[in-house]
């Protein structure tokens, strides 16, 4: 079951701060946070892991409920570099917990 | 440290002609993942190695698709014959161990379908 990511696209000027969400109907494991830039590889941001692990960039923060299967990237003093579409990927408790699935993603643009 | 190489970045074919793509992952990663993105969307799972041995292939149409990860380390994804719908980005990615670990991605190879 793909998760559900909101907004769809978001502008923000410099220096503005954004929350990109990420739900999930599933029992969930792990959310993953990548972004990616038009035509170059996700980039890994964050993971965080069922029980309160969290691996990622120090200039990110995030999220985990487990009980509502929902997952937030916090993105605070946004840069120009921010921009580009975020996507997050869960994964699924028990065996599947390795197969990753990922939402549609959310499109992030930052102006001047 | 090198990122993950893949190649070509580029493909065009015509229909019902054959593709390879050739993916080389981070050293040390024992895991390796195959993904299609189609535009403006996240990407999907195609097969999981881990090791020589594909562990999960279930997303995997193998009437026209194969792929197979010698020694396992480099990977090769194969379609015969394409289909216009097969147009998208292939992308590799690698992790070492467990599901709480990062994936790490390649740049991509886009196919084209004429």
């Known amino acids: 079951q793909q998760p559900v990511q909101s907004p769809q696209a978001v502008i923000l000027r410099e220096g503005e701060d954004a929350v990109i969400n990420c739900s999930s109907s599933?029992?969930?494991?792990?959310v993953h946070w990548y972004r990616q830039k038009h035509g170059e590889a996700p980039v890994f941001l964050m993971i965080l892991l069922k029980g309160g692990e969290q691996k990622g960039h120090e200039k990110i923060s995030a999220s985990f409920n487990e009980k509502k299967q929902q997952s937030s990237l916090y993105l605070t003093a946004s840069q120009l570099s921010y921009s580009g579409t975020y996507f997050c990927?869960?994964?699924?408790?028990?065996?599947?917990?390795?197969?990753?699935?990922f939402g549609k993603g959310t499109l992030l643009t930052v102006n001047p | 440290e090198a990122g993950v190489v893949q190649s070509p970045r580029y493909k065009i074919i015509e229909k019902k002609q054959p593709v390879a793509f050739w993916c080389n992952p981070i050293s040390g990663h024992n895991t390796l993942y195959w993904y299609l993105q189609n535009l403006g969307q996240g990407p999907e799972l195609l097969i999981r190695y881990e090791n020589e041995e594909a562990v999960d292939d279930s997303q995997l149409p193998k009437d026209r698709f194969s792929a197979e990860r010698l020694k396992g380390v480099d990977s090769t994804l194969k379609i015969q014959p394409a289909e216009l719908g097969d147009s998208a980005v292939y992308l590799c990615?690698?992790?070492?161990?467990?599901?709480?670990?990062?994936?790490?991605f390649g740049p991509g190879t886009r196919l084209t379908v004429l």
């Open positions: 990615a690698s992790s070492f161990g467990g599901a709480g670990n990062e994936q790490f």
């Open positions: 599933k029992a969930l494991y792990s």
């Open positions: 990927g869960t994964g699924g408790a028990g065996g599947s917990n390795y197969k990753l699935t």
